[in-house]
Structure formats: C-alpha cells, structure tokens
C-alpha cells in the first residue's frame, strides 16, 4: 500500500507564495505519474499539476504560470511551489500517485490509486 504524505499548507496573504512538498512511500515514486489536486469546498477535487516519470509536467490553465510542480530527488519529495497565489487558490491539496511512468490528461482522479490526506492552504485577499 502506497502511503503519501503531504505538508507545507497554511496561511498567506494574495500574491504571496508557498511551497507544498509529498513524502511517497513508493519506492518508484520517482520513476512514476504524480500529481497535485485541490478540492474547495462545494467543488470537485480538481487535477492542478502532473508530472511523469520523465519529468514532462502537465498544468492546468488556472495555475499555468504560477505554479510548478517538481521531484526533489535531495529531499525525496513531490514538491509543487505555488507563487502569485490568489484567493481562488483556497482549498485541500492532495497529492496523488499512479503506478505507470506516463501521465494521462486531464489531469483527472481516475487515472491515479493513491492518495495523500490533504493539506489546507487559505490564500486571503
């Protein structure tokens, strides 16, 4: 069983920034599909960001540009560095993991087995 974990969630004001990192206990994690998802509340958990096991990233539009996802390979972590967040940016974040090298688009909850417990983030305007 896949076991994720993630942190880095709080606080901060609109326009700041804030750095989520994902602890997988998959021993291909690196090699592997990852993702970051958000669900506010009342919505859907949407796909934000995926990265394969190449490294090719997928973004969607609404963080394009301010939001990169990437494998730190020294602090074994999926990171995902959030910056110009807007108060739109407010929800869970999860990480997630999917057992094949390639990722799939959209970026969608189907496509991937394991998943993180979430960490909040509130963007405040």
């Known amino acids: 069983q896949v076991q994720l974990v993630e942190s880095g969630g709080g606080s901060v004001q609109a326009g700041g920034s804030r750095r989520l990192s994902c602890a997988a206990s998959?021993?291909?994690?690196?090699?592997?599909?990852m993702a970051w998802f958000r669900q506010a509340p009342g919505k859907e958990r949407e796909g934000v960001a995926s990265?394969?096991?190449?490294?090719?990233?997928i973004y969607a539009d609404s963080v394009k540009g301010r939001f990169t996802v990437s494998k730190d390979n020294a602090e074994n972590t999926l990171t995902l560095q959030m910056n110009s967040l807007k108060p739109e940016d407010t929800a869970v974040y999860y990480c997630?993991?999917?057992?094949?090298?390639?990722?799939?688009?959209?970026?969608?909850?189907?496509?991937?087995?394991?998943w993180g417990q979430g960490t909040q983030v509130t963007v405040s305007s």
């Open positions: 998959a021993s291909n994690w690196r090699s592997s599909c």
């Open positions: 990265i394969d096991g190449f490294g090719t990233t």
């Open positions: 997630a993991y999917r057992n094949l090298v390639r990722c799939a688009t959209p970026i969608a909850t189907r496509y991937f087995s394991a």
